[in-house]
């Protein structure tokens, strides 16, 4: 089964910028639809970015639209958010998630995904 492990999270300063990667192994990585999760304590976790199979449809949270980027690399199975102008309020654990059906992507309700990775931690200071 393919196992997916988050990497790039840390402490900045606000409207710095990070850059999270998610790499996959197994072989059928390209087939699947990908998504960033964050979560702080005591609150669900929450939907940040999606994208499709083939990279070509990408899909955002209202709070991260135009200074989030997610992209990925089928040849490197490795997904990737690059987060500018990081605020106070992005501060939380950020987790790669995949849909191995594939077939639908941008989906924004945690349970539409079956493989999660073990998180990283962001955290943006005032």
């Known amino acids: 089964q393919v196992q997916l492990v988050e990497s790039g999270g840390g402490l900045v300063q606000a409207g710095d910028s990070l850059s999270l990667s998610c790499v996959a192994s197994g072989d059928t990585f390209s087939s699947y639809a990908l998504a960033w999760f964050r979560q702080t304590p005591g609150k669900k976790r929450e939907f940040v970015a999606g994208?499709?199979?083939?990279?070509?449809?990408?899909y955002y949270a209202d709070s991260v639209k135009a200074r989030f980027t997610i992209s990925r690399d089928n040849a490197k199975n490795t997904m990737y958010l690059q987060m500018n102008t990081l605020k106070p309020e992005d501060t939380a654990v950020y987790y790669c998630?995949?849909?191995?059906?594939?077939?639908?992507?941008?989906?924004?309700?945690?349970?539409?995904?079956?493989?999660w990775g073990q998180g990283t931690q962001v955290t943006v200071s005032s």
């Open positions: 998630a995949a849909d191995t059906s594939g077939v639908v992507a941008g989906l924004q309700e945690s349970y539409e995904y079956d493989i």
């Open positions: 994208i499709s199979w083939s990279g070509g449809r990408t």
